[in-house]
């Protein structure tokens, strides 16, 4: 009886063991299932498979741990600062440059010490919890005061101008590249300094040719009479453009407006009534409507003669590049905004024949003009005024740093509907009393 029951014991444990097999047997097959076919043979056992795998997964791990280094150098010498901090805020990385323009020179990797202890930069602090709890990228410029210990210090520092750039990473942590624009600020200031008196300097003299050539054109007659009359409007274009970079200059040097609550149709319309002259002669309507819940008239807060200036350079370019016969649309609402309050925004919509798309990156720049052949062509309608024949190229510069002093944003864009230009403007809203 003993024996049987050994023999039943042993069968019973043989079975078992033959069923482990079976099912350890499977789990490698299953695992081999999902190993590339060129890194083993299917007619080796199951085991010598396995050992090819794990070869294959060794040399696997050494080459991307190679690569890994490799990165890790390149970021460290990178000619652009970064940082990464994880979910807590406790930084995890400083490239070499980054710890160049940030200042930080008391660092250890691994330690306990938050961002804002090893950096004091509030900007930086806020653009990295503002891209954690978003999980969007975002850039911000700002100037950055490097740390002090002493008043001496203090003094010998200057700031710097930095812009960082972020992005959310895996479990809460975030990434930021950080680039120093205190060189192009510096390079961009002088240039403007150096044209803001060569403009100075030509404003008189461009004056009394002006004068010369108007009283010219009333003195003489026959084919010298032509000369001059195309003459003139070639020295009105070189006066304007004189004037206006002068405006700009003052613009960006004068730190205060005279801000007041603005009725804005009052306001636009009185633009329209200036350029109405201009508008008559291609037969170019006018319309203002204003839209969304809020019922009274609406008012921005601003400085009127400023605000005054900036629709009248978009109201004058868009009658100049309408087709004879079109309506330039005037759109106007109060949005609210998380972080900056009630809003209004304005859209100056027109039915040209638009921006073309490579230069609306550039169209609020100094001096820029696109290509001539694509977008706003006037050789596609003789009636449409040829952007390389009037203006100064510093419209929408002036435009753009008026907003930007109000505090507001300004946006180029093509309308899907009429094809024209579309100008959005927001400005902070206003109570009228």
Not at 204 to 223: F, K, M
Not at 224 to 246: C, N, Y
Not at 383 to 407: E, F, M, R, Y
């Amino acid at each position: 009886m003993e024996a049987v029951a050994f023999l039943v014991g042993l069968a019973v444990g043989a079975g078992a063991i033959a069923w482990q097999a079976r099912r350890q047997r499977h789990y490698w097959q299953r695992l081999l299932s999902q190993v590339p076919a060129e890194v083993t043979q299917k007619d080796l056992s199951v085991q010598s498979q396995m050992r090819q795998a794990l070869t294959h997964l060794s040399h696997c791990k050494a080459e991307a741990e190679a690569q890994l280094v490799m990165y890790e150098q390149v970021l460290e010498l990178a000619p652009i600062g970064y940082v990464q901090v994880d979910a807590e805020n406790h930084p995890l990385i400083f490239n070499q440059e980054a710890r160049s323009l940030l200042k930080v020179s008391d660092w250890n990797p691994g330690g306990d010490r938050l961002f804002l202890e090893v950096v004091r930069s509030y900007e930086l602090d806020l653009l990295i919890q503002q891209t954690r709890y978003q999980q969007q990228s975002y850039h911000r410029e700002w100037q950055f005061f490097p740390h002090a210990t002493d008043a001496d210090e203090i003094i010998s520092q200057n700031p710097q101008t930095l812009k960082a750039y972020s992005l959310p990473l895996p479990d809460g942590d975030v990434g930021v590249f950080v680039e120093n624009r205190q060189v192009l600020l510096e390079l961009t200031q002088s240039r403007d300094r150096w044209m803001s008196d060569l403009a100075h300097e030509l404003r008189t003299p461009l004056t009394s040719i002006q004068l010369v050539v108007e009283t010219l054109v009333e003195r003489l007659d026959g084919p010298m009479r032509g000369w001059v009359e195309r003459l003139l409007p070639e020295t009105q274009r070189l006066v304007s453009l004189v004037q206006d970079w002068l405006e700009l200059s003052h613009i960006e040097r004068q730190g205060t407006l005279t801000t007041e609550a603005i009725h804005l149709q009052d306001l636009i319309e009185s633009v329209w009534q200036t350029l109405d002259p201009l508008a008559h002669q291609k037969s170019v309507c006018f319309s203002y409507r204003q839209s969304g819940e809020f019922a009274q008239p609406l008012a921005v807060e601003g400085d009127n003669s400023r605000l005054y200036r900036v629709f009248l350079n978009l109201l004058d370019n868009a009658i100049r590049y309408s087709p004879p016969g079109g309506t330039i649309q005037v759109q106007a609402q109060r949005i609210s905004r998380s972080q900056q309050g009630d809003r209004v925004q304005i859209q100056v919509i027109d039915e040209g024949s638009g921006f073309a798309v490579a230069d609306l990156p550039h169209v609020f720049e100094r001096l820029y003009r696109g290509d001539p052949g694509r977008g706003r062509n006037p050789e596609a309608d003789p009636n449409v005024t040829s952007p390389t024949s009037t203006g100064s190229g510093l419209g929408l510069a002036i435009v753009k740093q008026i907003i930007l002093a109000h505090n507001g944003t300004i946006h180029a864009d093509n309308h899907p509907k009429t094809g024209g230009a579309c100008l959005t403007l927001e400005l902070p809203a206003a109570t009228l009393s």
